[in-house]
């Protein structure tokens, strides 16, 4: 070990645009890099170690929860069963992500599939979330309504038009890149909005009331996950601050490392305010039945599974059949470093 070499860093205008980030100057990997020399890149600054450690650490938090949550008190009760279903793809999403920034610079196709794995686990996520708001976070109002009924099946559908879309979004990158920015937030922004219904309904009832709104009432850590989601939106879209500054975020504060804080500090506080929901509301929501018992449980989340995996193998089967000229895989050499801050 002592022998191996860290890999060498290059700038910008040294590699092809497909593995251009907006922004970012310097830190790139080599575009051909071996598996050894990516995971070796996790343990030298580059533009992406920030990236993997901020998902990497977070996975073993959230399995830790995970863990202590199913071994807990309780924690073989039906009741509970939605609450571990939601801490699966919260730790299979950060995970993903940290390998798919470790092994993006294989190659560019190694790039686009480590990201449609990445889009895929996101979308299971936006699935998972859907389980413990229908189980334990739905207005009064709402239960046994069509729409709660159908919350979670809806969930697994909007699943697969992440997954499709997203995906989809990589390959007008670089002739659209406007477009690809806009499918891409697009189809994360729509499963969001959509698990979050029962949360703004409840938010909407008990705006600006001088009473108590009961078992509508939302806890600080509802308002802490909104508040983070709104953040990592917001970064996400707009490249700030590295926009402002080409080059003096390279290593530490770019866009997207504030992006992964953000979102695992929201991840963490609807961890936290499902607990509340689930705690607060357990007396009264015992004596509801719930929308779906453990059969359909498992096959909901196995058939978005496997539908998810489907579309995923679609894109990279596309992807391997295209020619090696083909712009998304080549996307040519930028002609100088006053070109890549353009991009």
Same mark, same amino acid.
């Given at each position: 070990?002592?022998?191996?070499?860290?890999?060498?860093?290059?700038?910008?205008?040294? *590699?092809?645009?497909?593995?251009?980030?907006?922004?970012?100057?310097?830190?790139?990997?080599?575009?051909?890099?071996?598996?050894?020399?990516?995971?070796?890149?996790?343990?030298?600054?580059?533009?992406?170690?920030?990236?993997?450690?901020?998902?990497?650490?977070?996975?073993?938090?959230?399995?830790?929860?995970?863990?202590?949550?199913?071994?807990?008190?309780?924690?073989?009760?039906?009741?509970?069963?939605?609450?571990?279903?939601?801490?699966?793809?919260?730790?299979?999403?950060?995970?993903?992500?940290?390998?798919?920034?470790?092994?993006?610079?294989?190659?560019?196709?190694?790039?686009?599939?480590?990201?449609?794995?990445?889009?895929?686990?996101?979308?299971?996520?936006?699935?998972?979330?859907?389980?413990?708001?229908?189980?334990?976070?739905?207005?009064?109002?709402?239960?046994?309504?069509?729409?709660?009924?159908?919350?979670?099946?809806?969930?697994?559908?909007?699943?697969?038009?992440?997954?499709?879309?997203?995906?989809?979004?990589?390959?007008?990158?670089?002739?659209?890149?406007?477009?690809?920015?806009?499918?891409?937030?697009?189809?994360?922004?729509?499963?969001?909005?959509?698990?979050?219904?029962?949360?703004?309904?409840?938010?909407?009832?008990?705006?600006?009331?001088?009473?108590?709104?009961?078992?509508?009432?939302?806890?600080?850590?509802?308002?802490?996950?909104?508040?983070?989601?709104?953040?990592?939106?917001?970064?996400?879209?707009?490249?700030?601050?590295?926009?402002?500054?080409?080059?003096?975020?390279?290593?530490?504060?770019?866009?997207?490392?504030?992006?992964?804080?953000?979102?695992?500090?929201?991840?963490?506080?609807?961890?936290?305010?499902?607990?509340?929901?689930?705690?607060?509301?357990?007396?009264?929501?015992?004596?509801?039945?719930?929308?779906?018992?453990?059969?359909?449980?498992?096959?909901?989340?196995?058939?978005?599974? *496997?539908?998810?995996?489907? *579309? *995923?193998?679609?894109?990279?089967?596309?992807?391997?059949?295209?020619?090696?000229?083909?712009?998304?895989?080549?996307?040519?050499?930028?002609?100088?470093?006053?070109?890549?801050?353009?991009?």
């Amino acid at each position: 070990m002592l022998s191996l070499k860290l890999p060498q860093l290059l700038q910008v205008h040294q *590699i092809p645009r497909v593995f251009w980030e907006d922004g970012i100057m310097s830190g790139y990997r080599h575009p051909t890099s071996s598996a050894l020399d990516c995971v070796l890149s996790s343990f030298q600054m580059t533009n992406e170690t920030v990236n993997i450690w901020t998902h990497f650490l977070p996975t073993w938090y959230f399995l830790w929860r995970l863990m202590a949550l199913a071994e807990g008190p309780g924690g073989a009760e039906p009741y509970r069963r939605p609450l571990l279903v939601f801490l699966l793809p919260t730790c299979l999403y950060p995970f993903t992500s940290c390998c798919a920034h470790i092994f993006s610079s294989m190659s560019p196709r190694a790039r686009h599939i480590c990201y449609f794995l990445d889009y895929g686990a996101l979308s299971l996520y936006s699935l998972g979330c859907a389980f413990p708001y229908a189980a334990y976070s739905m207005p009064a109002s709402w239960l046994h309504s069509p729409l709660h009924q159908f919350f979670v099946p809806a969930a697994a559908i909007n699943s697969f038009l992440c997954t499709s879309l997203s995906c989809y979004s990589r390959f007008p990158e670089l002739e659209s890149p406007g477009l690809s920015k806009v499918l891409r937030t697009a189809a994360f922004a729509y499963p969001f909005l959509f698990d979050n219904l029962p949360l703004f309904y409840r938010l909407g009832l008990c705006w600006g009331r001088t009473y108590s709104c009961e078992q509508e009432a939302l806890s600080s850590s509802h308002g802490y996950h909104l508040l983070c989601a709104l953040l990592t939106g917001f970064l996400f879209a707009s490249h700030l601050p590295e926009r402002l500054a080409p080059g003096r975020f390279d290593y530490i504060g770019h866009s997207h490392q504030l992006f992964h804080i953000c979102a695992v500090l929201g991840t963490h506080f609807q961890l936290e305010a499902v607990l509340s929901d689930m705690g607060s509301r357990q007396a009264w929501l015992a004596m509801q039945e719930p929308p779906l018992g453990l059969q359909g449980t498992v096959a909901t989340l196995g058939l978005a599974v *496997i539908g998810n995996l489907l *579309i *995923i193998a679609a894109f990279t089967t596309s992807l391997l059949r295209a020619p090696g000229t083909c712009p998304l895989l080549q996307g040519g050499l930028p002609e100088g470093g006053s070109q890549a801050k353009k991009q």
